[in-house]
């Protein structure tokens, strides 16, 4: 079993930037997939951004892509979003997860992943 604890979140204006950490104990990061969620405020979790295990190959929904960065430390055994040119539209709890498994592929999927953050806030201000 892996435990995760994000940080990173903040208050900041439009077109600011942030990096969230996503750091794990319990097993090594590496051998899992690796997804970055958020949820607004009466709105359904939604994907941001993702990292396989193996190659390394980096997913990101429409709405956050050349704007956020997934990426991994294996030595810190941490995964990190950096989100930079911010909207307030990106203001959610973003919460990572683990798997060791993507079914389908479906790495945009919450169902998909078994382990989760508690969650950091994320605000953006107009």
């Known amino acids: 079993q892996v435990q995760l604890v994000e940080s990173g979140g903040g208050l900041v204006q439009a077109g600011g930037s942030l990096r969230l950490s996503c750091a794990a104990s319990?097993?090594?990061?590496?051998?899992?997939?690796m997804g970055w969620f958020r949820q607004a405020p009466g709105k359904e979790r939604e994907f941001a951004a993702a990292?396989?295990?193996?190659?390394?190959?980096?997913y990101y929904a429409d709405s956050v892509k050349g704007r956020f960065t997934i990426s991994r430390d294996s030595a810190k055994n941490t995964v990190y979003l950096q989100m930079n040119t911010l909207k307030p539209e990106d203001t959610a709890v973003y919460f990572c997860?683990?798997?060791?498994?993507w079914g389908g592929g479906d790495y945009y999927s919450p169902s998909q992943y078994d382990y989760w953050g508690q969650g950091t806030q994320v605000t953006v201000s107009s």
């Open positions: 997860a683990a798997t060791r498994v």
């Open positions: 319990g097993r090594t990061l590496s051998t899992y997939h």
């Open positions: 990292i396989s295990r193996s190659t390394g190959t980096t």
